[in-house]
Structure formats: C-alpha cells, structure tokens
C-alpha cells in the first residue's frame, strides 16, 4: 500500500494527503483540481510563506489576475525581498482557487519570509553572491525545476541536483523538458485515480531522496521541519482530513516519521527580521528562465496554452501562430495551419510520443510557415511561446503608501503598467502629457525606470518626448524602496534630490542633478540643489569638470522656458561657469597627449553647442558670452601648443559660425597641413576639421580649395609615415555617407583646379566656383517655395485681402 493510499484513507493509518507537484506545472495544476475534487479534505495546506495567510481571501477577487506573485520585504530594508510566483496553471494557485471556491480553509505553511530575507542578510554579510530574489526562487521551488536559479544539475563546484533532468536521463532522455512533456503533461490527470500521477511520483522522488539525501539544498530539512509542524497540527484541528500541495521534492521528507521534538531542535535559533508582505503582478516572462528569474520554465506562454485550452490544444496553437504571423504581414493561410499540424503529429509518432509537443510544434511552424527562417519563429517564441501577460491585483490589496499615490497618478494619466514595451510620444505643451513627462521623471529619480526617454522620430524641439515604457515585477520591489523617501511620488523624489545632492561626488553629477529637478518640476528641491551646485562650482577648479557639467545646465535652461519654471537662478550660475571655463580652457588644453586631447576636443564642442543656447536663454547675455568664446575658439586654432585635434575643430566651429571665411580657414589649414608638420599632428588637425559627423563631408564637397589642400597634403605624406596616419584618416572619413565618400573620391579622380587654389567660374571642378551663381540658385527657388507652401500661403493672402477690399 502506497503512502498516497495510507493517507487518503484506504489502509487502516489515516495521514495527510500529499499531493507532490512540479511549480508551474499545468499537468500537476490539472491533477491537483481532480485529487481535491476527489478526497474533498477539511482544509489544503500549500507551500509558501504564512505571512501571507491573511492575503489569501484577495485571490477570489474580480480584479486578480494571475500570473501574480507574493512579495515580501524587510520593513526596515525593502530592498531586502523575495517573490512567490504564480501563474494560472500553477498546482498552488488552483490549489488556492478551489479551496475559496468550495470554502474550504487555505494556509501556506513554509518557513516564514521573515527567516528566509534574514538568512539572505547573513549571506550578504559573509560576502557570498546570492541575491534575495535568487534565493527566493531557490527557496519556492528547489524540487522538480532545474534548481531554479540556473543549476543543470551536479558538479564538483555545486553539489546540487536537479531532480527532474535525474529522472529523465534515467528514463533515457536528453531534454528534461521533453521527458516531463511525455509522461505528465501528455497523460492526463489519471485514469479513474486522480491520485495516480502523485503515487508515481512520490515513489520517483523517494528512491531520488534515498540515493541523494537532500540533494544540497541545505536548507531543506530546516524548511520541511517547519512544514512537518504544520502539518501535525493541521491534523489535530482537523481531525486527519488534510490535504498538502507542495513540491515532489518534499513530499518523501514529510512522510518522514519524526519526533515534534527534533524537528523543533532545528528550527531554534533562526534569524529573524520584520517583514510585509503583499501580491503584485507578475509576467509570464519573468517565469521564464530567459529572462533572468529562474522560475524553471522556459515556455509560460505555452504551458498557460495547454492548461487553458478544451480540447485539441496543438490545432489551436498552431491557429495562435498563425493569427501572429499574419498581424505582422506574412502570408500564412489556413491550409498552412492544416499542414503544419499533419507534420506536427508525424513528427511526434516518429519520435515516439504520445503527442506532439512543443519541440514537434515548434519545427512544423518553422518547416510550414515560417519557410525554413528562424527570424519569425523567435517573434513566435517572444510573443506566444514566452509572451508578455502582466497580471492584475486588486487595489484593495496591501500596499505602501507610496504604491497607492503611484496607483492613483497611473489611473488619472490614463498610464497603464503594460508588461510589453511601447514608444509613447509627448506633447508637453498639453496638460495630460506635461503631467505624464512629470511623473516620468519624477520615478527614474526614484530609481523606478518604468520608462526610459528615447530619441524621437518627429521633432526634435524640447516641447516633446519619446518615453519607452514597459513594466517589470521588480519594480514593486524599487516602490518599496524608494518609500522611504515619502508617502507620494511628489514628496519622495523631492526628498530623493535632496539628498543626492548633498551626496554627489562631482560637479557633473549636481549639474545633471538640477536638470532631472527640473524635468520633474520639483521646485521644492531646487534650493538646495542649486545651494550645493554654486558650492561645487566655486570650488572646482578643473576645467574638465566645469566644460562637463555646463551643458546640462543650459539644457536646464531650456527646459525651464518650456515647461515655465524660473532659472533665473540657473542661468547666472550657468554664465558664472561659462566665464571660468573660457578663461581655464586655452591653458588646460597645452601639452596633452591623444586620449586627453580627444577627451578635450569632446568637451570643446559641448561648450560651444552649450554657448549658442545660453545665448538664446533671456536670462545670459548673448552678445558678451559668444564673443568671449569665439575669441577663446580663435586662440585655440593658432596656439602651436595646443594639440591638432583641438586646432582644426576650433577652426572649423568659427568657420561654421562666420567668424572665419574660406579665404583665412584655407590658409589655416595649409599652415597646418605644411611639409614642416609631423605628420599625425596634420592628420590630428584634419580629424578635427572635418571629422566627427560634424558635417565635414559636405564642406569638402562644396569647397574644392580646401578638398585641394587635404589631398595634395596626403600625397605629400613619407612613405615611412603614411602607415601612421591611415588609421586616423579612416577613422575621420568612415563616418561620412556613403553618397559624401562617393562624391569625394570622383573629385579627387578628376583632380582639383588650378593650383589646388581658388576655383573660378570656367575652371576647376564643374559646379564649384568661389561665387554664387545667381542664375543657377534661381533655378531651384520655385521648387523651395512648392516644399515650403509659400505659393500657397501667398495666394491663401491676396484672396483674404481682395474678401476685405472688395
């Protein structure tokens, strides 16, 4: 007599019933409905944290959704957490469900959270290298999973087992997986015995348990000591008619006959720390094991699809994947489903399975609709296989304060957590998006990057933005966090600024700082930000640091005049370091080497990009500031001291500006580019004239003096030096257009005009003159009136004006 029967009842020993599972398991989920359907127990006894007791009754509610998860956290580190995942095929989720279904009582009777996030703490202090949500994956679901936090198995370098991938290599399998597949999944929930699959099972892990004790997962007995208590005493309250849902893997060891005694030895002296606990949406991909939280299934989206589906579940899989393929263009028919399913269960009879699996699937699809190409078929896994499902939880679930201003921002901005990325575009000149870019804002400053800004695809003015949102599981865990700053968004990130800036290491980091409180309107916080900034500012005195931290100062500037805020304050500070790094820069930039010349160059254009808008900002002062630094620019292009690089960018940028004509750049380049010049000081200089994908290209295609210049320099190059300089010219022309490097190379095949010098009208390169040829610009303006609608708005005028007149 099996221990299953003993325990059901049929012998004349009455024990609990011990319904081993797999997590995630839909096989075991289904088996578990008809088990509990069947011995219909006084209450279900469940594996996970008993904290969560008082969260069971939330699982009936209209607003959950799984896959959900349990969520603890140390109340004085909530950083410090660990989740319990549940998907919808879950054995303890369905467990869950029956039993409110049939008002039966539910409890969780693992090792409480509050020991297992201590025991986290102590390993954090002994310096090993397991995180709090590993362990908590670890410490849901060691059994039948392939160790959860990314073992494979034994090793000499951890002892492990993975008791599943065990069995299949006994029964001859490569793919645990695929074993799994074929003798649970592909068999039902037993015939006529719900108990069945659980007696098998039991037997398979006791004969696993007997060869390899707790297979080093050390903290097993301590845990299934615990559970062995609650068991016992479920027993006794219920007069024997229990039934426990937990991992295979534990079911030998709460068969264990042992004292009360002993099992309470080992549980004496375990760490504790305070702990909350809640439920928060989960994702299917944060089941899977690619994507970093090992919950020991690599295919939710299709195990969901298996437990959900009535009848024929591979006809209606392959229908799912083909309504994917087609919403994103590709022509897939529904003879190409019929065909897909034929080569599906062929491949499944050759391979000798009961049915076609996911690997049998999987290949039909590739063969059938996808035409051999493994491009779709990954959409198909990301999508369908894996899949995006975010679930829901009640807003009557428990929550920190912060959580619920969060919860009440989203559903004021219309902004719902999705677990699939999307692009959302700004207008910020509407109150609703304005408000949105806030609240943004306002979380990655709390360290909650629920979207990340990117680069927009229309306009580039500052009235709009391009936010990439996508929700995570961890980020309850970060809201947790950041409550220690506040009870809203609003205070919390004022509170964060603050701090952060009095901490920050550079000025760089207070500059970028400022910025973030203005993006996020945080007006309250801006005081002391801009306190530390001007501290940091006068005490600085590396040119390095100042020329990094102005421009995001003056892109602060701007982003106060769109969103109205008062820089007033910001825009004295930002002149005030404008005028110390135009007076450090020309003495900074003698004697460097190339990296620091290059670093340099970098921070030259982002103080003249940071110029040209602190001149439109109305609080600086155009006229002074610009002139202060075109006169910095022009001591920089004739100083011999100062490295080419930074020369020929000076050069350019004043040329760019109309502080130099063609005439005085021409004639500084050939000083530069002179027999007498080293030539990787030439080659420097050339880099920073024409390099960097500062539009150089086009100027040496429409100025062939200079275009003259760089090539009788490059064939004037010594042999012996040519090899030097390569890299760096390549480096400077691999990044124009391919249409630029082709118009350059027939310019140079033709050769230039008279002398390299001065092109005239009748000479030279045909379309190249040093003047403008009005005829040939009057050629193109009615196609420029046509683009830019001026014939329209001119007629839409004189129709206006005759209506009045007339």
């Known amino acids: 007599m099996t221990g299953v029967e003993r325990a059901a ?60 998860a349990l969520l603890a956290h140390a109340v004085d580190e909530p950083g410090r957490s660990a989740f319990w995942p549940l998907a919808g095929f879950s054995p303890e989720w369905v467990a869950i469900r029956w039993a409110l279904e049939h008002d039966v009582p539910a409890r969780f009777i693992d090792l409480p959270a509050t020991h297992t996030l201590a025991w986290g703490r102590q390993e954090d202090q002994a310096g090993t290298e397991h995180s709090p949500d590993a362990q908590a994956a670890a410490e849901h679901s060691p059994d039948a999973e392939a160790a959860e936090d990314g073992d494979t198995g034994p090793g000499p370098a951890d002892p492990r087992i993975d008791p599943i991938g065990v069995l299949a290599e006994t029964a001859g399998y490569d793919d ?18 719900a108990l069945a699959p659980f007696t098998a099972l039991e037997e398979a892990m006791s004969a696993l348990r007997d060869t390899y004790g707790s297979g080093g ?152 609709m996808c035409e051999g190409s493994d491009v779709p078929l990954e959409l198909v896994r990301d999508r369908l296989v894996v899949g995006d499902v975010l679930g829901e939880v009640p807003s009557s679930a428990p929550a920190v304060p912060l959580q619920r201003d969060l919860t009440r921002l989203q559903r004021r901005l219309r902004l719902k957590p999705e677990a699939l990325e999307r692009e959302m575009e700004l207008d910020l000149r509407k109150e609703n998006d304005a408000a949105r870019s806030r609240l943004l804002h306002r979380l990655r400053l709390l360290g909650i990057a629920w979207g990340e ?53 550079g000025l760089a980091d207070v500059t970028a700082l400022a910025e973030h409180c203005l993006l996020a309107e945080l007006p309250a916080a801006l005081p002391t930000v801009m306190r530390v900034l001007a501290d940091r500012a006068a005490l600085d005195t590396d040119v390095g640091h100042l020329a990094q931290a102005l421009p995001a100062l003056v892109r602060s500037l701007r982003y106060g005049d769109v969103r109205g805020t008062d820089t007033a304050a910001l825009a004295e500070v930002a002149a005030g370091l404008a005028e110390r790094v135009f007076v450090g820069l020309p003495p900074a930039c003698a004697a460097l080497d190339a990296d620091a010349a290059e670093e340099m160059r970098r921070h030259v254009d982002a103080v003249h990009a940071a110029v040209g808008l602190l001149g439109d900002a109305p609080a600086a002062e155009p006229g002074s500031l610009r002139n202060r630094w075109r006169s910095v620019l022009r001591v920089l292009s004739g100083r011999d001291t100062v490295p080419g690089g930074i020369r020929g960018r000076a050069v350019r940028l004043l040329l760019d500006d109309g502080e130099l004509d063609q005439d005085e750049a021409a004639l500084l ?6 027999p007498g010049t080293p030539p990787p000081d030439a080659a420097a200089w050339i880099e920073g004239f024409v390099g960097g994908g500062s539009g150089g290209g086009m100027l040496l295609v429409h100025d062939e003096r200079l275009l003259g210049l760089v090539d009788a320099w ?93």
């Not at 597949?181 to 039902?188: C, K």
């Not at 990439?468 to 809203?488: C, F, M, N, Y």
């Not at 010219?729 to 230039?752: A, D, I, N």
């Open 176 to 193: 645990p997986e695929r074993w799994w597949e074929d003798v649970v999944e592909h068999r039902g929930a037993g015939e006529g015995d």
């Open 9 to 68: 009842g049929q012998g004349a020993e009455v024990g609990p019933v011990l319904l081993g599972v797999r997590h995630h398991g839909p096989g075991s989920a289904r088996a578990v409905r008809a088990a509990l359907e069947q011995i219909r127990p006084r209450i279900v006894l469940i594996e996970g944290p008993p904290e969560a007791d008082t969260l069971i009754p939330l699982a009936a509610d209209e607003e959950m959704r799984p896959p959900v």
């Open 669 to 674: 380049m050939g000083l530069a580019l002179s």
């Open 453 to 505: 800004p990117a680069v927009s695809r229309g306009s580039t003015g500052t009235f709009r933005e391009t936010w990439r949102l996508r929700w995570e599981p961890e980020l309850s865990v970060r809201i947790a966090e950041a409550g220690v700053w506040g009870t809203t968004v609003l205070s919390a990130a004022t509170a964060k600024a603050e701090a952060d800036a009095v901490t920050a290491q």
């Open 217 to 368: 997962y050390d903290r097993d007995p301590v845990r299934e000591a615990y559970m062995r208590l609650q068991v016992r005493a479920a027993q006794r309250e219920f007069e024997g008619s229990v039934a426990v849902v937990c991992g295979a893997w534990h079911v030998p060891a709460l068969r264990q006959k042992t004292t009360v005694a002993a099992d309470k030895a080992l549980l004496k002296g375990l760490p504790k720390v305070k702990a909350d606990m809640t439920w928060v949406p989960w994702t299917h991909r944060r089941l899977s094991r690619a994507s970093g939280y090992g919950a020991g299934i690599d295919s939710p989206g299709w195990y969901e699809h298996l437990f959900s589906a009535p009848d024929r579940p591979v006809e209606r899989w392959l229908t799912k994947v083909a309504g994917l393929l087609r919403a994103e263009d590709r022509i897939v028919s529904s003879a190409h489903v019929i065909e897909a399913v034929r080569l599906a269960e062929t491949l499944a009879a050759m391979r000798g399975r009961p049915l076609p699996g996911l690997s049998e699937t999987t290949d039909a699809v590739r063969a059938v």
């Open 714 to 806: 490059l064939t004037g190059v010594p042999a012996d030096s040519f090899t030097d300089v390569l890299p760096l010219l390549r480096r400077t022309f691999s990044v124009y257009e391919p249409g630029v490097r082709r118009t350059l190379g027939e310019l140079v095949r033709r050769g230039p005009g008279a002398g390299g010098g001065a092109t005239s009208a009748g000479c030279g390169t045909p379309g190249f003159a040093a003047d403008l040829d009005p005829a040939r610009a009057d050629a193109v303006l009615p196609v420029v009136r046509l683009l830019l609608g001026l014939d329209e708005a001119e007629e839409n005028t004189d129709n206006h004006l005759a209506g009045v007149t007339g």
